[in-house]
């Protein structure tokens, strides 16, 4: 069922305050105000030296007649619906993780090349699934990962729960569609996550993973990881029921596997 976000008038301004749209409170104002911000608006908060702009999506943009990324990739033009919450947090996500969507708009230039613009590949529906609710975890600890493999969902969320809460585990959501989601209150989220061990600058490696082909090459690869059971991210999470209880924490289907960390 195709989901319907809110209007901007009967959005509930409390998902600003919660996880994960609270991660994104230096754009309060855009999510939060009465009204939608303008093209003009959205550019003005490009750096100085962006090789991207926003563009207004109307019939004339379309009539060129070139692919969604091709426009990118050719023209440097993000088409954005005004009035849209999807373009608008696709946006955002623009304005703060650059170098990840030029990776995927580089990859899928790549496919596009092979495939045309009317078939997709794995690689695609990969980087698309990653593109509209993928996001990016940070595991210290060995066991975290391997309760995720079997999807112990109890172990990963409550028993780590202080490495959630403490900054031993960390989640970026980077899907926009993902984000779209959580404006209404209390959804359960699940998305597509790519996982880094260790300390490093996660994004980058995520970045370069992406660019040099390593990662993404068909939607099985991505790891689904229900975010609502991050602690403090759902009103439910102070309850060890709720990871046995929810839909969302689904069990592993036979025969499935994940591959290795970054």
Request: charge should be negative; hydrophobic fraction near 45%; glycine fraction near 6%.
């Amino acid at each position: 069922m195709r989901y319907v976000a809110p209007t901007r008038q009967s959005l509930e301004r409390s998902v600003l305050a919660s996880p994960p749209l609270s991660c994104w409170r230096d754009y309060a104002t855009l999510l939060g105000g009465e009204a939608w911000p303008d093209i003009a608006a959205l550019n003005a908060l490009l750096p100085a030296d962006a090789d991207v702009h926003f563009v207004t999506q109307d019939k004339a943009l379309l009539d060129d007649g070139l692919h969604y990324e091709e426009r990118i990739a050719h023209r440097r033009a993000i088409a954005t619906r005004p009035d849209n919450w999807h373009d608008l947090i696709n946006a955002l996500v623009w304005l703060r993780y650059p170098a990840l969507k030029r990776a995927l708009n580089a990859r899928q230039m790549a496919e596009i090349a092979v495939m045309g613009r009317r078939e997709r590949s794995r690689p695609q529906c990969a980087l698309t699934h990653f593109d509209e609710a993928g996001m990016i975890v940070t595991l210290r600890e060995p066991a975290m990962l391997a309760a995720w493999d079997a999807h112990d969902w109890t172990t990963l969320f409550w028993t780590h729960r202080e490495a959630w809460l403490t900054g031993g585990a960390r989640v970026e959501v980077f899907g926009h569609a993902l984000l779209e989601h959580a404006l209404t209150p209390g959804k359960l989220l699940v998305g597509k996550a790519l996982v880094v061990m260790g300390e490093g600058d996660a994004r980058a490696i995520c970045a370069d993973a992406i660019a040099a082909g390593s990662v993404l090459n068909d939607p099985q690869e991505l790891r689904p990881l229900p975010v609502s059971g991050v602690p403090g991210w759902h009103v439910e999470t102070d309850r060890p029921s709720f990871y046995t209880t929810a839909p969302c924490f689904q069990p592993l289907r036979e025969g499935r596997t994940y591959p290795l960390p970054l």
